[in-house]
């Protein structure tokens, strides 16, 4: 049963990039079709979709983020990691990673992150 956590810093200060990592236990992120994917959600609002990384590694992202995000993998760690560059407060959300194929997600728990200084 393959299982996903997210890990990173829970506080970014303005203008620096945050990087968020999400390790995979029970599948190996470099088989398969799957679309390994970032979410994120602020506080009492709606999902956003970030973007993804395919198992064969290439990319898709969010236009609104495209500019600022960036999805890697780590197949040695077997982990995939967002990096969000020039964050703003309004990227204070709680983050999500996700492995999706088709309609089907299965999630991590999430992780909190506060843009601050």
């Known amino acids: 049963q393959v299982q996903l956590q997210e890990s990173g810093p829970g506080l970014v200060k303005p203008s620096q990039t945050l990087s968020l990592t999400c390790t995979v236990s029970?599948?190996?992120?470099?088989?398969?079709?799957?679309?390994w994917t970032w979410f994120r959600q602020p506080l009492g609002k709606g999902l956003e979709w970030i973007g993804y990384?395919?198992?064969?590694?290439?990319?898709y992202y969010n236009p609104t983020l495209k500019s600022r995000a960036s999805i890697s993998r780590d197949t040695s760690e077997n982990a995939f990691i967002l990096q969000l560059s020039a964050v703003t407060p309004e990227d204070t959300a709680m983050y999500y990673c996700?492995?999706?194929?088709?309609?089907?997600?299965?999630w991590g728990q999430g992780t909190q992150v506060a843009v601050s200084s």
């Open positions: 996700a492995r999706g194929y088709y309609a089907n997600y299965v």
């Open positions: 029970g599948g190996s992120i470099a088989k398969n079709y799957y679309f």
């Open positions: 990384i395919r198992s064969a590694g290439n990319t």
